[in-house]
């Protein structure tokens, strides 16, 4: 099979302050990451492609600054968002890309911005 | 950059019958069509895909079509069961110049009711 985790599940925190959120491939391996962004009734945005060992590549409209990605081993990848508002209140989910057209979605984290 | 259209927004179907939820792209070079079901709070379940290089592609009661020159991929399921009620997504790759990894583009989503 293939396993993603993410942590936290949900996460509550007050506005100004930052929040990370891990993503794990548990039992692949997974050069490529990827961050979705989902706000209540609608779809997944693709946010940014994370790439083990580089930069991340952002999506148009999407701020590098405000929404940091670390990929730095080859099974985790990070997403923090950085003072973060009540408009960044969404539902993250990230996938690992097992193989060219395999991707695994972990289960979410929804995060509440107060 | 790909722009995923799906209709219809909310299907409505008597248990059994058969459901039918349409989507098209614009990007010529993408190559690859998942569609999920996700139900609420959860995260997406891959149902079934379609790569460029088939027209049709079948799973016991799910079946994807695909017509590459019309740009459009369609998901049907047939003998509808209460437990396919859902929200659909179809998908397509994102192709990147120099072959960089491919995120997805999401349609809008199907919210799919099963009238028992």
């Known amino acids: 099979g293939a396993v993603v985790s993410q942590h936290p599940s949900w996460v509550i925190c007050k506005s100004g302050t930052s929040v990370k959120i891990e993503c794990r491939s548990l039992?692949?391996?997974?050069?490529?990451m990827f961050w979705y962004r989902q706000f209540p009734k609608q779809s997944l945005m693709l946010m940014a492609t994370?790439?083990?060992?580089?930069?991340?590549?952002?999506e148009q409209g999407v701020e590098k600054d405000k929404f940091l990605i670390n990929h730095a081993s080859l099974t985790l990848s990070t997403l923090t968002v950085t003072s973060a508002h009540p408009e960044d209140s969404s539902f993250y989910i990230c996938s690992a890309r097992k193989a060219v057209y395999e991707q695994y979605f972990g289960p979410g984290t929804r995060l509440t911005v107060t | 950059g790909e722009n995923v259209e799906q209709h219809p927004s909310t299907l409505s179907v008597q248990e059994g019958d058969s459901a039918v939820i349409k989507c098209t792209y614009s990007?010529?070079?993408?190559?690859?069509f998942p569609w999920y079901k996700q139900e609420l709070g959860k995260r997406p379940q891959l149902i079934i895909d379609?790569?460029?290089?088939?027209g049709e592609k079948k799973d016991q009661r799910i079946a994807v079509t695909l017509n590459k020159t019309a740009k459009h991929f369609s998901l049907h399921i047939t003998e509808t069961q209460p437990e396919d009620s859902a929200v659909y997504f179809c998908?397509?790759?994102?192709?990147?110049?120099?072959?960089?990894?491919?995120?997805?583009?999401f349609g809008k989503g199907t919210h799919l009711i099963i009238q028992p």
């Open positions: 379609i790569r460029s290089n088939v």
């Open positions: 994370s790439n083990e060992g580089s930069k991340a590549t952002y």
């Open positions: 990007d010529s070079a993408s190559n690859y």
């Open positions: 998908a397509a790759n994102r192709r990147r110049s120099g072959g960089g990894a491919d995120g997805l583009t």
């Open positions: 039992d692949f391996q997974a050069t490529t």
